[in-house]
């Protein structure tokens, strides 16, 4: 099945500073990808997908870059502020398979004011 | 419809005993999902509806876990006998049918079990 690795587990950044969290996926037939913002006691939250005929969406401060070839996507977050601190989840879903996802381990991502 | 409902929010149960978890889907959606989720980590399939049909299981489902969407509604996961190990974060979710523009595949905030 898929595998999907997430770095780094922890990030700590200055408000207003950029942030950025990398995936790679194993199986070259994943072709959604989602990203989830957790808050602590609170459930997952799609905050932006690509979908792998782009290589790149964006939405406001977010953006998602997707390189199939070398099978790994990024999450861009531009002018952080306090209320970006959560854990962030990316996920793959095979082709054929669009009833399940593949989580990786989560980013805690930590924005000083 | 407010989005997915999850009942109860929190779970304390002792070791051995029965416990029964409801998911209340967005009632357009008619694909259905149940998750686990430990500390610090992603959540990870378990198993999936589509309508009243159960189609997919995870290895992870051992065969204390049952689930079941009996109308195509709602969905119950129950555990039996549980075990110390159980102890984590059940998400559910639910989505329409891909590749629907609205695919909309969106997370319950989860019962926390914890077995003493």
């Known amino acids: 099945g898929e595998n999907v690795e997430q770095h780094p587990s922890t990030l700590s950044v200055q408000e207003g500073d950029s942030a950025v969290i990398k995936c790679t996926y194993s199986d070259s037939a994943s072709n959604y990808f989602p990203w989830y913002k957790q808050e602590l006691g609170k459930r997952p939250q799609l905050i932006i997908d690509i979908r792998s005929n782009v290589g790149e969406k964006k939405d406001q401060r977010i953006a998602v870059t997707l390189n199939k070839t070398a099978k790994h996507f990024s999450l861009h977050i531009t002018e952080t502020q306090p209320e970006d601190s959560a854990v962030y989840f990316c996920?793959?879903?095979?082709?054929?398979?669009?009833?399940?996802?593949?989580f990786g381990s989560g980013t805690k991502l930590n924005v000083k004011p | 419809d407010t989005g997915v409902s999850q009942d109860p929010r929190h779970k304390i149960t002792k070791r051995g005993q029965n416990v029964t978890f409801r998911c209340d889907p967005i009632s357009e959606h008619n694909r259905l999902y149940w998750y686990r989720q430990t500390l610090g980590q992603g959540p990870e399939f378990l198993t999936y509806?589509?309508?009243?049909?159960?189609?997919?299981k995870s290895r992870l489902l051992s065969d204390r876990f049952s689930a079941e969407r009996p109308k195509g509604s709602f969905s119950t996961l129950e555990i039996q006998r549980t075990e110390q190990g159980d102890s984590a974060m059940y998400l559910c979710a639910s989505s329409l049918d891909w590749p629907n523009p609205r695919y909309g595949y969106t997370f319950g905030s989860g019962t926390r079990l914890t077995v003493v």
């Open positions: 996920a793959a879903t095979p082709a054929d398979n669009f009833n399940k996802f593949y």
């Open positions: 509806f589509q309508n009243e049909a159960q189609l997919e």
